[in-house]
């Protein structure tokens, strides 16, 4: 069974950085593609940025581009999101995502239907 599992949120002022991580077992990690994506309440689901199976491939949602950072550790089944430079409207619960195993090598898709396992989520709160 698969598992996807957050850490590294909390409170931050303005101009912070903060670094997430989301350990994955149950899945053969290398082979399938991650995502982080943010909510807030009362707004729908935000892309904030996707990593191909071998690192090759990032995107990034517009509002992020040049703050945030997504990467990946392979032999720890872990994917990271450094965020810096962080804004009172970063503030949302952030998720990590994998898509399906034995993706292609360019895979890093920017819509949350492409997912199939999701963590809990972890809290994210900028203060001005």
């Known amino acids: 069974q698969v598992q996807l599992v957050e850490s590294g949120g909390g409170l931050v002022q303005a101009g912070g950085s903060l670094s997430l991580s989301c350990a994955v077992t149950?899945?053969?990690?290398?082979?399938?593609?991650m995502g982080w994506f943010r909510q807030t309440p009362g707004k729908e689901r935000e892309f904030v940025a996707s990593?191909?199976?071998?690192?090759?491939?990032?995107y990034y949602g517009d509002s992020v581009k040049g703050r945030f950072t997504i990467s990946r550790d392979n032999t720890k089944n872990t994917v990271y999101l450094q965020m810096n430079d962080l804004k009172p409207e970063d503030t949302a619960l952030y998720y990590c995502?994998?898509?399906?195993?034995?993706?292609?090598?360019?895979?890093?898709?920017?819509?949350?239907?492409?997912?199939?396992?999701w963590g809990q989520g972890t809290q994210v709160t900028v203060s001005l």
């Open positions: 995502a994998s898509t399906r195993e034995f993706v292609t090598p360019n895979f890093a898709p920017l819509y949350g239907s492409a997912y199939n396992a």
């Open positions: 149950g899945r053969a990690f290398s082979s399938a593609a």
């Open positions: 990593i191909s199976r071998t690192g090759a491939f990032t």
